[in-house]
């Protein structure tokens, strides 16, 4: 089992920015790639970034490329999302989730353990 908790949700307006923190607690010695994904009211959850746990690789949604940095601390158990130029439409509740998977997966069949998610609203 793992255990996750995000934080650094919030509200801003367009064009600023926000840092989302997952901390992981529990069987954190496997080696799991460590994933954002959002969810919009009304919508699907979609795919935001990854990262690997050797923090060699990293894929992201398109409609964050060049605007979001994923970055993790293994020593801390944490997994970082930088957010920057933020739009409107990225007002969403944001979960972070791990995959055993070693390929980097956009999939949310994927990965096993979630967490609660912390909300992210941008004004315009």
């Known amino acids: 089992q793992v255990q996750l908790v995000e934080s650094g949700g919030g509200l801003v307006q367009a064009g600023g920015s926000l840092r989302l923190s997952c901390a992981a607690s529990g069987r954190t010695s496997v080696r799991y790639a460590m994933g954002w994904f959002r969810q919009a009211p009304g919508k699907e959850r979609e795919f935001v970034a990854v990262i690997s746990w050797s923090c060699g690789s990293t894929l992201y949604a398109d409609s964050v490329k060049g605007r979001f940095t994923i970055s993790r601390d293994n020593a801390k158990n944490t997994v970082y999302l930088q957010m920057n130029s933020l739009k409107p439409e990225d007002t969403a509740i944001y979960y972070c989730?791990?995959?055993?998977?070693?390929?980097?997966?956009?999939?949310?069949?994927?990965?096993?353990?979630w967490g609660q998610g912390t909300q992210v609203t941008v004004s315009s």
């Open positions: 989730a791990v995959s055993p998977v070693v390929e980097l997966t956009p999939f949310p069949y994927q990965y096993h353990y």
